[in-house]
């Protein structure tokens, strides 16, 4: 392998250790974080990422909450919930744990969140600031790739930036960020999805390529433009481990791969752990701009 590994896991330590001092400085204004996830129904692996954020938050010394309500729930009954929080001086962040039920309509939910405490970054109120270039709540997985990117030394500036991958909440802000007229953006994008023509034409052209697809193997080495910068988003299941684990790979062919990108992230390990630790780093800005 001749890639450098970009750990996610390395830099989300980082960055929460960056939160914690923020979060001891908050303390002495008598303000504490606080972060409510809102579970509904036993999806195992919405329970997974549910108890790893309430983890996380606990261990920053948030005040949270875990609310995991029966998938019976209804509309309404939910709508009610989050405008409780809404309502919750001792709440900054509300994230609603996705998919929800189908008898629940996911945008009349994501609407219903206050877009000061949408600290998921999907309420339209923020993607349009994200879309404009205003501050606003990031998504948390794009905003853990840009992260990623500053944080291992890797130039966006004028950079020829492939998303493979077209999603509200991977594809098209992880573009979105990255052309805005900022530090850490400054490139030009090209996104790729399903209908998209001889798409390695586009991969093999990119310096970042940036995969979200949910696809094994997706792209594959003869894809990859030699010395290329590779964030790999997905995060497939191919078994359980003996301790009953998950095992996990990504979108990327990572052993070929590896041998001719310049950087490229693992799975696990890489873009994951990030995720998680930019919900936290948006709960804190919402504390730090609470009245
Ligand atoms: P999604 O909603 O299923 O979207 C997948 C996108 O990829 C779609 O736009 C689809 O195109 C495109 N696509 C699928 N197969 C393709 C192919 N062979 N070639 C080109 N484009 C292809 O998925 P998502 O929610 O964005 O998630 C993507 C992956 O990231 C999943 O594995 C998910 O588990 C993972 N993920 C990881 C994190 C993390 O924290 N690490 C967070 C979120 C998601 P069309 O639009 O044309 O259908």
Redesign the pocket.
């Known amino acids: 392998m001749t890639a450098e590994l970009i750990k996610g896991k390395d830099i989300a330590a980082l960055i929460r250790q960056e939160i914690k001092t923020e979060v001891d400085k908050l303390k002495t204004k008598n303000i504490i974080p606080g972060l409510v996830t809102i579970l509904v129904g036993a999806d195992p692996a919405s329970e997974s990422y549910v108890r790893a954020k309430q983890k996380a938050a606990h261990e920053l010394g948030f005040h949270s909450i875990q609310e995991n309500i029966d998938a019976s729930i209804s509309e309404a009954d939910l709508l009610a919930l989050v405008e409780k929080y809404n309502n919750d001086p001792t709440i900054d962040g509300i994230l609603v744990q996705l998919p929800l039920p189908k008898h629940i309509d996911e945008s009349k939910v994501l609407i219903a969140i206050n877009p000061d405490k949408d600290v998921d970054g999907f309420h339209p109120v923020n993607v349009g600031r994200m879309v404009t270039g205003q501050p606003a709540f990031l998504p948390c ?1 794009p905003y ?1 790739v840009q992260q990623m990117l500053i944080r291992s030394g890797v130039q966006t500036e004028g950079a020829h930036v492939v998303v ?4 509200n ?3 098209k802000p992880v573009a979105n960020i990255l052309i805005q007229k900022a530090a850490g953006a400054n490139a030009t994008v090209t996104v ?5 023509k001889d ?1 390695a034409k586009h991969t093999r052209d990119a310096d970042i390529l940036i995969v ?4 094994i193997n ?1 792209v594959t080495a003869d894809m990859v433009k030699p010395g290329a910068v590779v964030i790999d ?4 299941q191919i078994g359980m481990t003996e301790s009953g684990k998950r095992k996990l790979v990504g ?1 990327v062919d990572f052993g070929p791969v590896s041998e001719i990108a310049s950087k490229i992230t693992p799975v696990p390990g ?3 752990p990030m ?1 998680i630790t930019m919900l936290m780093q948006n709960t804190l800005e919402a504390a730090q701009k609470r009245k």
């Open positions: 997985t853990a493979v991958g077209r999603s909440i991977v594809g790729c999805h399903t209908r998209t798409m979200a697809a949910g696809v997706a988003v997905g995060v497939n979108d890489g873009v994951g995720t």
